[in-house]
Every structure is written in structure tokens, then in C-alpha cells.
């Protein structure tokens, strides 16, 4: 297999995505492991390696006597043409296996934009693509993420789907295919019926879509007796009760997110409607300083890195940020070891903040407005107000940062033009402010301005809401492109269609698996990557499979309609989210429940957790 | 401040690693290994590290050179020791010598890089490299900075000959003169994709012969 390997990789790009041997790395002796998993991520090496979720699983599973876990990633397309034609399969990384000689491969959804890259992966590791065609031969393919909420245009390609945090789960899951493999040979159904029992497992074979005259989804029907009517997530209660990772493999090459991750919590109650995340990770669980800090420094010896990511869903809104921070700087300063954070909440970042940490090796500053008028931010529930943003500003600016990046959202739901117009507004606010401020001998100061278009996720307020149409979508970019036109600013944005498919994809149904299939099979994947995307032949696939790329994109739900992903549970009652979204509709504005009071969204009470805030005081 | 030079060869496991790849793993290895560094001034402060010259992604090699600033206090073994107990499978630090504060960097005082080639297809070899060191002059075209350009070559083949299991090549290596692999192979009609090249040294070359960096540290 080596030298198979070894007569292809000088003919193709970056050969040392392929090679293993990173310092950390583990190699176990497979006959020592009664159960092997291949972690498979479907976009390419420098992508998947900066995936935190992953360096946990690795090595919670290589932690264990009984099993092993390896990596795969989605070969390149010169690597894959390469492979193809000199009929080499798709292997993980450390012990270059086959990985159709793996009990169990996982892939994890975190876009759906590398759903393709999923069966091109099967199809490149020689598995059948559908659960219903593979054999006992053929490991188990099981599915986990954020996407897997709405894992539904998917269903027929998994044999078990994890929905929530998989840290508990995985070792449930490994320990029934551990179990399974001794009772051999048994059919695969017996293995999904065992798996199907544990909780926050979906097993999408034991369930079928229905569709009205009209074809619209009109409900999911059981076909094995006793298969729940809902699948509940699984959820770590107390972050200070999950060990932290003792290492990560450190990558030879450039990778993204290239520094030591420290989640420093889970999870986010400021409740802003358009976020997916926010709603599937609550409640917000912190973990506290003293653990934070050991396993930064250890992870900082065990790597060598010299930057540190402090990560969460909003790590300003972590209750002891200045605290950390100061002890930070304290135990770092004069190492050349730099801290960053990533998208900061204007309204949590303060001087005292930016001052704490501008000691550190300074690297860009991020905002995240989102909308550019307040009547927007209160319909997405986004509390920041300009002065707030202003105020940050002049914070970031005065410690010494000249770099700003700003994030906005357009096609949220009631945007007008001016809400448009206002984030060009709001990004020359910030400029002339830089600028104003911008002593002689530093650098100028520069505003970049990102704007995406918003697509409407499940399980948020807003998933009964169409997308924009993409002519509109295309028209606010350029109205904005021309804004913004000025040395000081950069305006970043993609192109619609992308966000079409994503859109369609997110809240699609069932059906859309066969598009999915017609779409690989016309050369599709690695659709997150602007120069591999074919929007035409999506369209073909859409065609081929009878499907309308728009319909679903601009599908408008109403109150009491069965949603093709209301058996997949994240814990939130669905009447919490309708109420959001007509308060949304309102212009009115929610607390955020660690602070204010309880939003009623029912998470505490149906899974017995709660809010956990490690420190006391005002951070509001 | 003082500075170690270090011999560390590139192996078959990190080949394909491209020289920034070496780099940064020299560096975050320094810090695995606690070794404290002098560091860069500016805004991306990095400790100062400083090569010999770039490997090309694919090539192995039994010495390369790396100067490094270190702080006082840490011994020659120490840093050894403590460096190849973290870097990764692959690299290996085999010499290494404190430089006198005045001695040159090691990028400007090699001059020669020797080469050994195994190629796949070796017919008329031997005729190949006798005709090709016949002659007195031999061009090659080459993309710089500055366009392209046309060069004589041949007066920075020191040294090319067949040997039993491979070709052996000397060629110039710095800023005063430089021949890559490719272009010898190009010259030699060979296809490169088809060629295993291992870099067998760094020389200061003189004209009583090839010095190794390590033992030319005190004359200048």
C-alpha cells in the first residue's frame, strides 16, 4: 500500500497531506483493538485538521485499551484522480488502511456544503453510498454535527446518526460495536437495533418520509415497532466534568486554526434568532479558570505552539474573560506566545478587555453587528447598540489594533434597503474613528466589512422563514459593493448560488437525497471551494432528480406544519421558537437567560441541565 | 547573545515537507523541548533561526544546517538532546558547534551542495554525462524575478559522475552561483518525476576542497 502510495504523491500537490507522522499522532497496534474507527472529514487535510470536535474524539478513543481511532480526510482532486486511476482506495492516515477494513467510520457534518465530499468518499473507499446496500462486509456508517439536526437529506446514506455532543455517546456506540463484533456474524440490522437503543442516537432506516398530493412533507412514519417518535441530543451537563484533551497532532503543513483550542464553554443564551449554534449547544456551561489555564499550559508543552485560541460560541460573554485574561498575560508575557479570539460580541468587549489582552501578540479584531440598522439587530435579537460598537472601537484602536474585520448577515428576515445601506454607515463610522485616532508611525487603519447571506437554519426562530431570492440577495451585494467603495475598506462576500444550495439543504427533506446522488455523479464536490463549484450541474442534478433548487431555498412554512426535522430534538420546544419568531416579527427583543430572566425554551427542564456560570458579578 | 550551528538530516517519513514546513517545525520543536530562544523584533515576533539553504519538497538529506539564537545558560548537549527528543520521526540533529560572535551565517558561506541521483532509467548514462561535461558551455533557460534569463552553467558542475548505485552530483549552491537538481536532470535529458534525490552534503567549498560548515567557523 506504501509504495503504491509512494509512486503518486510526487506528482501531487502538498504530498505531505497525505503522509502522516505528525508529531502526536498515534499509531496503535490494531491487534490490540477490539474496535476500530476512522474519523473521516470531508473536506481536505488543512481543513479537517482544524477541526476541535475531531481532536476529541481522537483522543478519548486512542485513550481507551480496546480501540483505535485514525484519520481520513477527502483527497484532493489531483490526489483522487491519481488514486482512481491507479485503483487505490481510500485510506486513513496513520496506518494508510483501507478504510472498508475499519468497524466504524464517522463523518462529521459541519456545512452542507461537504455533503458531497461524503460520498465521494464512500464512493473513493469502494462503499455502497445507501445504508440499505451494503452488507456485513461493509463497516458501519455513522454521522455527527451540528447538520445532523437536520441530517434528513442524508437519511438513506447513514446507518446511525449522533445528534448533540458525542463525547458520551461515542464511547456507548463503540462499546455496542465491540459488543456486536464478539457475538459474529450478525446481520447489520441487529447492530443498528443495538445502537438504536442508546440515547441521542437516530437510526433514519426505521423511519420513512411521507409527502401530501401537493408534495409537500406531511409527516415521518415508523417502520420497526418500538422506534422512538423523537431523538433527544445528548449533552455534557458540567464542562469542568469533561477532561480535557492531553494533546493535539501537531500538522507538518499549514493548517487552519494552526494554534492550541481551549473551549473555554459550551453553548450561548444570548438567544439571537438567526443563530443555529446558539440554539443547539444550550444551556451555556463554562468551564473555570484554574482548568482552563492547565490545560492551555499543557497543551502549549505537549505542542509547542505559539498562539492560543480561547473558543466558544462567544468568548467575550465568558464570566471570568478579563480575569483569564489578565492571568494570561501575566504567565506569557515576553514568551512570543499570542492570544486570540475569535468573533468577539461588541457589547461584552471593553477597554479593560482590549487593554488585558494587548500585551499579547496582537492578531486581527473581529466584530459581529451582523445587521446594520438597531431595528434589524432587535428583530434578530442581536443587542448591540451603535454606541456599543463604537465604543469597542475606540477601545481596539486606542490599545494599538488598525486591522477591524466586521461580520453582517443580508436577506435576514424584514430587511430593507436602509438596513442594507446602514452597514455601510456603520463600517465608515468605524473607519473615520480609526482614522481620528490613528497616530503617526502606526499603521492605517483598515475596516474589513464581510457579508454573508443569511440562510435560515432549523431549530431557530426563523425556520419557517424563506430565503431572499437570490436576484434580491445579488442586488444588496452590489448595492453594498458600491458603498463601500474606499482604500480604508475591504468588502468580502460570496457568490449567491452557494448560498442557495446551503439554503436548500438546510431545511431540506428526504428527497433531496437522490440530488445529492445526481450530483456527485456529475463531478460535484468540494463545494465550499469557490473554483471547484458547478452551479450547472447542480442544476442538472436538481432536474435529474426532479427536485426545485428554489422551492426549497424559499420554502415558507406556517405555524402547525410538520417540519421534516422535528423528530431530531435539540431540546427547544417548538412553540418557544414561534414565539421568538413572532417577537421577532415585532422588533422585540429577548434577555439573555443567564443573566435576565428565563426565555421559557425549555431545554433545563427537558434534559435536566442548567446554566452553569463560574463566576459572580457584573458582565453584562 | 550566543549562536549553535546544527547538522540535521531530512529523512524518508518527512520528505515531502517543504522548507517553510521545516521551519515551523524546527520552531515549535525549539518550544516543545524548552530550549529558549532570542526572538525576532516586530510585530510577528519568531525565534531566530537561520538555514543554509532551502530542501526542496521531496528531497531527503543527511545535512542540512541550521543556526540558532539561543539564550545563555543552555550547553551544546543540552539543546541537542533536548531537540531530538522532540522532534518529530524524520529530523534528526546529528553535530552541532557554538559559532564565535563574528563567524558568518551559515547561508552565506556555503557555496556547494552534493547530490546523490537514483534514476529509474539509466541507458547510455555514462555517455550522457561524458558529452555533457565535454563541453565548455552549457545553457539553460531560467525564470527570475527579473524575467527570463540564459545562463552558462557549466562552470557549477564540480563534480558529476555514474556511480554504482547512483549519479553524484556537485553542483554550486548560494547566492554567488547556484544550479538546481532539475536543471542538471533536464540537462541529462532525465524525466525528474522519475529521479530519487538525496542532498549528501553543504560545503564550503575552497580550492583545497570541500569544508563542512561545522569545522569552518573560525576562519573566515
Same mark, same amino acid.
Given at each position: 500500500?506504501?509504495?503504491?502510495?509512494?509512486r503518486?504523491?510526487?506528482?501531487?500537490?502538498?504530498?505531505?497531506? /497525505?503522509?502522516?507522522?505528525?508529531y502526536?499522532?498515534?499509531?496503535?497496534n490494531?491487534?490490540?483493538a477490539?474496535?476500530?474507527?476512522a474519523?473521516?472529514?470531508?473536506?481536505?487535510?488543512?481543513?479537517?485538521?482544524g477541526?476541535?470536535? *475531531?481532536?476529541?474524539?481522537?483522543?478519548t478513543?486512542?485513550a481507551?485499551?480496546?480501540?483505535?481511532?485514525?484519520?481520513?480526510y477527502?483527497p484532493?482532486? +489531483?490526489?483522487?484522480?491519481e488514486?482512481?486511476?491507479?485503483?487505490?482506495?481510500?485510506?486513513?492516515?496513520?496506518?494508510?488502511?483501507?478504510?472498508?477494513?475499519?468497524?466504524v467510520?464517522?463523518f462529521?457534518?459541519?456545512y452542507?456544503?461537504?455533503?458531497?465530499?461524503?460520498?465521494?468518499m464512500?464512493?473513493?473507499?469502494?462503499?455502497?453510498? #445507501?445504508?440499505?446496500?451494503?452488507?456485513?462486509?461493509h463497516?458501519?456508517i455513522?454521522?455527527?454535527?451540528p447538520?445532523?439536526?437536520n441530517?434528513?437529506?442524508?437519511?438513506?446514506?447513514?446507518?446511525?446518526?449522533?445528534?448533540?455532543?458525542?463525547?458520551?455517546a461515542?464511547?456507548?456506540?463503540?462499546?455496542v460495536?465491540s459488543?456486536c463484533?464478539?457475538?459474529?456474524?450478525?446481520a447489520?440490522q441487529?447492530?443498528?437495533?443495538?445502537l438504536?437503543?442508546?440515547?441521542?442516537?437516530?437510526i433514519?432506516a426505521?423511519?420513512e418520509a411521507? /409527502?401530501?398530493?401537493?408534495?409537500?412533507?406531511?409527516?415521518l412514519?415508523?417502520?420497526?415497532?418500538?422506534?422512538?417518535?423523537?431523538?433527544t &441530543?445528548?449533552?455534557?451537563?458540567?464542562?469542568?466534568?469533561?477532561?480535557?484533551?492531553?494533546?493535539?497532532?501537531?500538522?507538518?503543513?499549514?493548517?487552519?486554526?494552526d494554534?492550541?483550542?481551549v473551549?473555554?464553554?459550551?453553548g450561548?443564551t444570548?438567544?439571537?434568532?438567526?443563530?443555529?449554534?446558539?440554539?443547539? /449547544?444550550?444551556?451555556?456551561?463554562?468551564?473555570?479558570?484554574?482548568?482552563?489555564?492547565?490545560?492551555?499550559?499543557?497543551l502549549?508543552?505537549?505542542?509547542?505552539?505559539?498562539?492560543?485560541?480561547?473558543?466558544?460560541?462567544?468568548?467575550?460573554d465568558?464570566?471570568?474573560i478579563?480575569?483569564?485574561?489578565?492571568?494570561?498575560m501575566?504567565e506569557?508575557?515576553g514568551?512570543?506566545t499570542?492570544l486570540?479570539?475569535?468573533?468577539?460580541?461588541?457589547?461584552?468587549?471593553?477597554?479593560?478587555?482590549?487593554?488585558?489582552?494587548?500585551r499579547?501578540?496582537?492578531?486581527?479584531?473581529?466584530?459581529?453587528?451582523?445587521?446594520?440598522?438597531?431595528?434589524?439587530?432587535?428583530?434578530?435579537?442581536?443587542?448591540?447598540?451603535?454606541?456599543q460598537?463604537?465604543?469597542?472601537?475606540?477601545?481596539?484602536?486606542?490599545?494599538?489594533w488598525?486591522?477591524?474585520?466586521? *461580520?453582517?448577515?443580508?436577506?435576514?428576515?424584514?430587511?430593507?434597503?436602509d438596513d442594507?445601506?446602514?452597514?455601510?454607515?456603520? @463600517?465608515? #463610522?468605524?473607519? +473615520?474613528?480609526?482614522?481620528?485616532l490613528?497616530?503617526?508611525g502606526?499603521?492605517?487603519?483598515?475596516?474589513?466589512?464581510?457579508?454573508?447571506?443569511f440562510?435560515p437554519?432549523?431549530?431557530?426562530?426563523?425556520?419557517?422563514?424563506?430565503? +431572499?431570492?437570490?436576484?434580491?440577495?445579488?442586488? &444588496?451585494?452590489m #448595492?453594498?459593493?458600491?458603498a463601500?467603495?474606499?482604500?480604508?475598506?475591504? *468588502?468580502?462576500?460570496?457568490?449567491?448560488?452557494?448560498?442557495?444550495?446551503e439554503?436548500?439543504?438546510a431545511?431540506?427533506? #428526504?428527497?433531496? @437525497?437522490?440530488?445529492?446522488?445526481e450530483?456527485?455523479?456529475r463531478g460535484?464536490?468540494?463545494?465550499?471551494?469557490s473554483?471547484?463549484?458547478r *452551479?450547472?450541474n447542480?442544476?442538472?442534478a436538481?432536474s435529474?432528480?426532479?427536485q426545485?433548487?428554489?422551492?426549497?431555498?424559499?420554502?415558507?412554512?406556517?405555524?402547525n406544519?410538520?417540519?421534516?426535522w422535528?423528530?431530531l +430534538?435539540?431540546?427547544?420546544?417548538?412553540s418557544?421558537l414561534?414565539?421568538?419568531?413572532? @417577537? @421577532?416579527?415585532?422588533?422585540?427583543?429577548?434577555?439573555?437567560?443567564?443573566i435576565g430572566?428565563?426565555s421559557?425554551?425549555?431545554?433545563?427542564s427537558?434534559? &435536566?441541565v442548567?446554566?452553569?456560570?463560574?463566576?459572580?458579578?457584573?458582565?453584562? | 547573545?550566543?549562536?549553535?550551528?546544527?547538522?540535521?538530516?531530512?529523512?524518508?517519513?518527512?520528505?515531502?515537507l517543504?522548507?517553510?514546513?521545516?521551519?515551523?517545525?524546527?520552531?515549535?520543536?525549539?518550544?516543545? =523541548?524548552?530550549?529558549?530562544?532570542?526572538?525576532s523584533?516586530?510585530?510577528?515576533p519568531?525565534?531566530?533561526l537561520?538555514? =543554509?539553504?532551502?530542501?526542496?519538497?521531496?528531497?531527503?538529506?543527511?545535512?542540512?544546517?541550521?543556526?540558532?539564537?539561543?539564550a545563555?545558560?543552555?550547553?551544546?548537549? $543540552?539543546v541537542?538532546?533536548?531537540?531530538?527528543?522532540?522532534?518529530?520521526?524524520?529530523?534528526?540533529?546529528?553535530?552541532?558547534?557554538?559559532?564565535?560572535?563574528?563567524a558568518?551565517?551559515?547561508? =552565506?558561506?556555503?557555496n556547494?551542495a552534493?547530490?546523490?541521483?537514483y534514476?529509474e532509467e539509466?541507458?547510455?548514462?555514462?555517455?550522457?554525462?561524458?558529452d555533457?561535461?565535454?563541453?565548455?558551455e552549457l545553457?539553460?533557460r531560467? $525564470?527570475?524575478?527579473?524575467?527570463?534569463?540564459? %545562463?552558462?552553467?557549466?562552470?557549477? %558542475?564540480?563534480?558529476?559522475?555514474?556511480?554504482e548505485?547512483?549519479?553524484?552530483?556537485?553542483?554550486?549552491?548560494?547566492?554567488?552561483?547556484n544550479?538546481?537538481?532539475?536543471?542538471?536532470?533536464?540537462l541529462?535529458? =532525465?524525466?525528474?518525476?522519475?529521479?530519487?534525490?538525496?542532498?549528501?552534503?553543504?560545503?564550503i567549498?575552497k580550492?583545497?576542497?570541500?569544508?563542512?560548515p561545522?569545522?569552518?567557523v573560525?576562519r573566515?
Open positions: 500500500m506504501n509504495d503504491r502510495i509512494e503518486i504523491l510526487p506528482r501531487v500537490m502538498k504530498p505531505a497531506r /497525505y503522509t502522516n507522522n505528525e502526536n499522532a498515534v499509531h496503535k490494531w491487534d490490540d477490539d474496535v476500530t474507527m474519523l473521516a472529514f470531508p473536506d481536505v487535510y488543512e481543513v479537517g485538521m477541526h476541535l470536535g *475531531y481532536k476529541l474524539l481522537y483522543n478513543i486512542n481507551r485499551t480496546d480501540a483505535l481511532a485514525e484519520r481520513a477527502a484532493w482532486v +489531483d490526489m483522487e484522480a488514486m482512481k486511476s491507479a485503483g487505490l482506495p481510500l485510506f486513513s492516515l496513520e496506518s494508510k488502511t483501507p478504510l472498508t477494513a475499519f468497524d467510520i464517522g462529521t457534518l459541519q452542507e456544503m461537504s455533503y458531497t465530499n461524503i460520498l465521494k464512500l464512493d473513493l473507499a469502494g462503499i455502497p453510498r #445507501r445504508s440499505q446496500e451494503r452488507t456485513q462486509e463497516p458501519l455513522i454521522a455527527g454535527g447538520c445532523a439536526f441530517v434528513e437529506p442524508l437519511a438513506p446514506f447513514f446507518d446511525a446518526v449522533v445528534l448533540g455532543e458525542a463525547e458520551g461515542i464511547h456507548e456506540i463503540l462499546d460495536v459488543a463484533k464478539k457475538r459474529a456474524p450478525l447489520r441487529d447492530w443498528t437495533a443495538s438504536g437503543r442508546l440515547a441521542g442516537v437516530y433514519p426505521w423511519y411521507q /409527502y401530501d398530493d401537493q408534495g409537500a412533507f406531511s409527516g412514519q415508523t417502520v420497526k415497532d418500538d422506534a422512538p417518535d423523537k431523538i &441530543k445528548r449533552v455534557i451537563p458540567d464542562m469542568e466534568q469533561l477532561p480535557g484533551p492531553d494533546s493535539f497532532i501537531v500538522p507538518f503543513i499549514e493548517v487552519v486554526h494554534r492550541v483550542m473551549e473555554v464553554m459550551r450561548c444570548r438567544g439571537c434568532r438567526f443563530c443555529q449554534a446558539g440554539m443547539l /449547544y444550550r444551556p451555556a456551561r463554562e468551564r473555570s479558570v484554574e482548568t482552563i489555564k492547565k490545560q492551555i499550559q499543557d502549549l508543552a505537549v505542542t509547542g505552539y505559539d498562539e492560543i485560541s480561547l473558543t466558544s460560541l462567544s468568548t467575550g465568558y464570566s471570568c478579563r480575569d483569564l485574561a489578565a492571568e494570561l501575566q506569557y508575557e514568551t512570543g499570542a486570540s479570539l475569535p468573533s468577539l460580541r461588541v457589547d461584552s468587549f471593553s477597554v479593560e478587555l482590549a487593554k488585558e489582552i494587548q499579547f501578540r496582537k492578531t486581527g479584531l473581529t466584530f459581529a453587528p451582523e445587521a446594520g440598522t438597531q431595528r434589524l439587530r432587535n428583530v434578530i435579537n442581536k443587542n448591540v447598540t451603535e454606541d460598537l463604537m465604543e469597542a472601537c475606540r477601545g481596539a484602536f486606542e490599545a494599538g488598525h486591522q477591524m474585520k466586521l *461580520y453582517f448577515m443580508i436577506g435576514l428576515p424584514t430587511e430593507t434597503m442594507v445601506d446602514g452597514i455601510a454607515r456603520l @463600517a465608515f #463610522r468605524v473607519l +473615520d474613528m480609526g482614522r481620528k490613528h497616530k503617526a502606526r499603521r492605517r487603519p483598515t475596516v474589513t466589512v464581510s457579508v454573508s447571506s440562510v437554519k432549523v431549530d431557530t426562530p426563523f425556520q419557517w422563514e424563506p430565503q +431572499d431570492t437570490p436576484g434580491l440577495l445579488h442586488k &444588496k451585494q #448595492r453594498l459593493k458600491d463601500l467603495k474606499h482604500p480604508g475598506i475591504q *468588502y468580502q462576500y460570496h457568490d449567491v448560488t452557494t448560498s442557495v444550495l439554503a436548500a439543504f431545511r431540506g427533506d #428526504r428527497r433531496l @437525497a437522490e440530488v445529492l446522488e450530483a456527485v455523479d460535484c464536490g468540494f463545494d465550499a471551494w473554483e471547484q463549484f *452551479y450547472s447542480w442544476q442538472e436538481f435529474a432528480a426532479g426545485n433548487l428554489h422551492g426549497y431555498a424559499q420554502q415558507c412554512f406556517a405555524e406544519d410538520v417540519l421534516p422535528d423528530h +430534538d435539540a431540546g427547544i420546544e417548538k418557544f414561534w414565539q421568538e419568531y413572532q @417577537a @421577532a416579527l415585532a422588533e422585540e427583543v429577548t434577555d439573555d437567560c443567564r430572566s428565563c421559557g425554551c425549555g431545554v433545563c427537558a434534559l &435536566k442548567k446554566n452553569i456560570v463560574q463566576g459572580g458579578g457584573d458582565h453584562a | 547573545m550566543p549562536r549553535l550551528r546544527a547538522r540535521f538530516s531530512k529523512e524518508q517519513p518527512v520528505k515531502y517543504s522548507h517553510l514546513d521545516v521551519v515551523r517545525t524546527f520552531e515549535r520543536s525549539l518550544k516543545r =523541548a524548552g530550549i529558549v530562544m532570542h526572538y523584533e516586530g510585530y510577528h519568531k525565534p531566530k537561520s538555514f =543554509a539553504s532551502a530542501l526542496a519538497v521531496g528531497v531527503t538529506s543527511e545535512a542540512e544546517y541550521v543556526d540558532l539564537d539561543i545563555e545558560g543552555q550547553s551544546c548537549n $543540552q541537542v538532546t533536548g531537540l531530538n527528543g522532540a522532534l518529530p520521526q524524520g529530523i534528526e540533529v546529528h553535530e552541532a558547534v557554538f559559532l564565535p560572535p563574528e558568518p551565517a551559515a547561508m =552565506a558561506v556555503v556547494a552534493s547530490y546523490c541521483l534514476l539509466t541507458e547510455n548514462l555514462c555517455a550522457r554525462i561524458r555533457l561535461l565535454h563541453e565548455n545553457w539553460i531560467r $525564470q527570475t524575478k527579473k524575467g527570463q534569463r540564459t %545562463i552558462d552553467v557549466r562552470r557549477w %558542475i564540480f563534480a558529476l559522475e555514474a556511480r548505485q547512483c549519479v553524484y552530483l556537485e553542483a554550486a549552491s548560494g547566492s554567488s552561483g544550479l538546481r537538481v532539475e536543471e542538471v536532470l533536464r541529462l535529458d =532525465a524525466d525528474h518525476e522519475d529521479v530519487r534525490v538525496h542532498r549528501a552534503g553543504l560545503w567549498r580550492k583545497n576542497g570541500l569544508h563542512s561545522l569545522q569552518e573560525y573566515p
